[in-house]
């Protein structure tokens, strides 16, 4: 019924056990465990309060080129984008017209160089002040 295992079958056995128990042993004492503090000084979160402040102001002069319906808007904003590659367009809403605004210049005469060569190809273009903040 029982086939008995030989000698050699035996020892292999006790070697390979003996093997996948050292193995395991050996990666259990050297794995690491540890905690990481990070110790940083205050002042770094209230410059990163400024920086997300100062980021998501519009404290940018802006190109309005055009204004009208959604899909006029749209029809704009794809003709510029192929017109002026390098400058970043988005649609803004201001009750009732969509205005398609392009650049973030942050002094006035870059701006402006930028201006003159948007408005050879949009005569109705219009270069947009920063708003005020209220700070």
């Known amino acids: ?16 056990l003996l093997t996948v128990l050292f193995t ?3 990666t ?10 990070i110790e940083q000084d205050e002042k770094i979160d209230e410059l990163l309060k400024i920086y997300k402040s100062s ?11 055009g204004f009208g319906s959604f899909a006029k808007a749209q029809r704009i904003k794809s003709e510029v ?3 002026f590659p390098n400058l ?9 017209t969509y205005r398609v605004r392009v650049g973030r210049f942050k002094n006035k ?12 190809k949009y005569p109705d273009a219009m270069l947009l002040k920063p708003k005020k ?3």
């Open 1 to 16: 019924m029982y086939k008995r295992l030989k000698i050699n079958e035996i020892g292999y056995m006790k070697t390979l």
């Open 24 to 26: 395991c042993s050996v």
């Open 28 to 37: 259990y004492s050297f794995s690491q465990t540890g905690r990481i503090a």
């Open 55 to 65: 980021n998501s102001s519009s404290d940018y002069y802006r190109i309005q080129v």
């Open 81 to 83: 984008e192929i017109d």
């Open 88 to 96: 970043s367009s988005k649609i803004d809403f201001d009750s009732p």
């Open 109 to 120: 005469l870059d701006a402006e160089r930028k201006f003159n060569e948007v408005r050879a």
């Open 133 to 135: 903040s209220s700070k």
